[in-house]
């Protein structure tokens, strides 16, 4: 798996948009960009991925650039209940088979009121 | 949908003991992993199953921890003997061959 690098915390206020960072820069090409995040106390939560096209969900945008060394997670309208910890990962997804995550310290997101 | 189930969610044991944990999938996943989270060391894959299958156990620890599967339903991680610097919270997460991987609530284990 690539090595990602994250800003360890970030603040955000309630109601605006919440744009986190990754720096991915040795990805390789068959590897995808995942991000996931964890409120206190919970399991895990995947949020969406992509390779190289920008994604959206019910959750979240992916923008991706095209030199594909970044990404950035956008909440875009931020609330409290989103402060968790968030992760990025550059891994295979090799369809068909199942794929492993290497967890890193991720950014600390706190939405503030 | 019910989500992966863990059990138990607590559990606190002395040194020495043996400590079993239970993790039951998603129905229709074949994919099941088992991590492990410390403060000091963060999020840890321990070991994953494919189709029931142990594919990678390079993250367990030691000898001291085995994990089964003995089927697409459920499966256990168990420490014998436990120590005090196995105590963390303890994830088990599923998912289809390339999907998304779906956490359970965590068991939290304390060893005296």
């Known amino acids: 798996d690539a090595k990602t690098t994250q800003p360890p915390s970030m603040d955000c206020a309630e109601g605006r948009a919440a744009n986190l960072p990754c720096n991915h820069s040795t990805i390789s090409g068959n590897e995808y960009v995942y991000w996931y995040r964890q409120i206190h106390s919970q399991g895990p939560q995947y949020i969406i991925h992509g390779l190289k096209n920008n994604e959206t969900n019910e959750m979240a945008s992916l923008i991706i650039t095209e030199d594909r060394k970044s990404s950035t997670l956008i909440l875009p309208h931020a609330t409290l209940r989103d402060t968790a910890v968030y992760y990025c990962?550059?891994?295979?997804?090799?369809?068909?088979?199942?794929?492993?995550?290497?967890f890193g310290k991720g950014t600390l997101l706190t939405v503030n009121p | 949908d019910a989500g992966v189930i863990q059990s138990p969610r607590h559990e606190v044991t002395e040194m020495g003991q043996e400590v079993t944990l239970r993790c039951k999938p998603i129905s229709g996943h074949n994919s099941l992993f088992w991590y492990r989270q410390t403060m000091m060391r963060g999020l840890e894959l321990l070991i994953y199953?494919?189709?029931?299958?142990?594919?990678?156990d390079s993250g367990m620890p030691e000898d001291r921890f085995s994990a089964k599967m003995p089927n697409a339903s459920f499966s256990t991680l168990k420490i014998q003997p436990s120590e005090p610097r196995d105590s963390a919270v303890y994830f088990c997460?599923?998912?289809?061959?390339?999907?998304?991987?779906?956490f359970g609530p965590g068991t939290r284990l304390t060893v005296l």
């Open positions: 990962i550059a891994t295979l997804n090799s369809g068909g088979s199942n794929y492993k995550l290497t």
């Open positions: 997460a599923s998912s289809l061959s390339s999907g998304s991987q779906f």
């Open positions: 199953f494919n189709n029931n299958v142990p594919i990678d």
